[in-house]
């Protein structure tokens, strides 16, 4: 299904999705060269069904549009909450199936741009408090006896979030929230869909499907599910239905290599139940025709050590190609992407260099991929990435 983007992107407006751009087969846009490098074997074996889907939703009557929180669509056409605040919270309640002991509930606002933002800016609709609550005698979300599941969340400034919380003997979820953030746009809290994945297959542990997309203004378009088919429905499609990631879009625009290691133990903290870290990074620190690739290299190691210290999985990809003149020094930065796939024993990720070089018809500035770009961008993870599913 081919669904329209709505994304309030403040530099380029509103992009709209059409047919596939072209995937990557015979492209020259598969994973990216490591040489003769083997990569060690790793095979997923748990699964993460979405559960959420098209299930009954009940809201306060502050929420308008509640259904459209498990429609598929992201990041646009949004359910709003109105300004919530704690003496007069807004909920949106979702009857699931009873079964799952574990669940991880992750939530999508309407249109802000980069993953945080800063706190002086606006933003299109992420709540700032909230927190979830559990049943399994409710009817219609507001009788019935609750708890409250897990932390509750103050103060947040980020656009997209994932919380894992324990399930067992409930079928009704809900999310409270309490108040918006001091800059939201017209005051709202706009989310536009909510994903319950049902993670009882990996006990206490870390989900194994879940993937954070971290880079530059080139992620935060290309991965935000506005622009259809993502990386999550890529997967689904060519595991015949029996794996469907949780992603999150964790670019911020203007980002070099040092200000994503600045963030990035904030954004392991974040996100404690995402495994993937899938990194794109060297447009902005190559910008000019950089030829010293030192402080690239040694902010690229340190975030992969820090990545996995904290037990989750690195992956990194080529640097996307861009047609402006100022990053004819790619390959040095590309080389410096295969030595650290090697020496780390890392995934080999995708190779974002020769695809954009094969079709700079989709770069809308010469820079920044255009929608059927994002698209293959997204196709171009799936691809790279087919080798860790069954």
């Given amino acids: 299904m081919s669904l329209a983007a709505c994304a309030k992107d403040p530099d380029y407006g509103t992009g709209t999705a059409g047919t596939s751009g072209g995937g990557t ?3 020259g846009g598969g994973a990216g060269s490591a040489g003769s490098y083997t990569p060690p074997t790793l095979k997923l074996s748990h699964p993460s069904p979405i559960i959420s889907r098209g299930k009954p939703v009940f809201a306060s009557t502050t929420v308008s549009n509640p259904a459209l929180v498990v429609n598929t669509v992201y990041h646009c056409c949004a359910w709003n909450a109105g300004t919530p605040t704690a003496a007069a919270p807004a909920w949106i309640a979702i009857k699931l199936a009873a079964g799952p002991t574990r669940i991880l509930v992750s939530w999508d606002d309407a249109g802000t741009y980069d993953y945080k933002t800063d706190p002086t800016k606006d933003v299109y609709g992420f709540p700032a408090d909230y927190h979830f609550e559990v049943s399994s005698d409710s009817t219609n979300g507001a009788d019935g006896a609750w708890t409250v599941a897990g932390d509750p969340v ?12 324990d399930f067992a003997g409930k079928s009704w979820l809900k999310m409270v929230i309490t108040a918006a953030p001091a800059k939201a746009n017209g005051g709202l809290v706009q989310l536009s869909e909510i994903d319950v994945h049902d993670i009882s297959a990996t006990g206490t542990g870390l989900p194994e499907d879940t993937w954070f997309f971290m880079g530059d203004s080139i992620t935060a378009f290309a991965y935000d599910r506005a622009n259809p088919p993502s990386f999550a429905t890529l997967i689904d499609t060519a595991t015949a239905h029996a794996y469907l990631p949780a992603m999150i879009n964790g670019g911020i625009g203007a980002e070099l290599t040092g200000t994503g290691l600045a963030r990035l133990d904030e ?7 995402y495994r993937f ?6 447009t902005n620190d190559s910008w000019g025709n950089k030829t010293d690739t030192t402080t690239y290299r040694a902010n690229l190691q340190m975030m992969i050590d820090k990545i996995k210290a904290a037990g989750r999985t690195p992956v990194l990809s080529h640097v996307p190609y861009s047609n402006d003149q100022q990053h004819e020094t790619l390959d040095k930065f590309n080389a410096v992407i295969d030595d650290l796939t090697r020496t780390n024993q890392l995934q080999v990720g995708p190779d974002f260099t020769t695809y954009f070089k094969q079709h700079t018809d989709q770069l809308m500035d010469n820079v920044h991929p255009d929608p059927e770009g994002r698209k293959a961008m997204n196709q171009l993870w799936a691809d790279a990435m087919r080798v860790v599913y069954p």
């Fill in 25 to 27: 087969g015979g492209s």
């Fill in 154 to 165: 103050t103060g947040n400034l980020v656009r997209t979030r994932a919380h894992a919380i």
């Fill in 267 to 273: 954004a392991l903290a974040l996100n404690p139940d």
């Fill in 277 to 282: 870290f899938a990194i794109t990074y060297g």
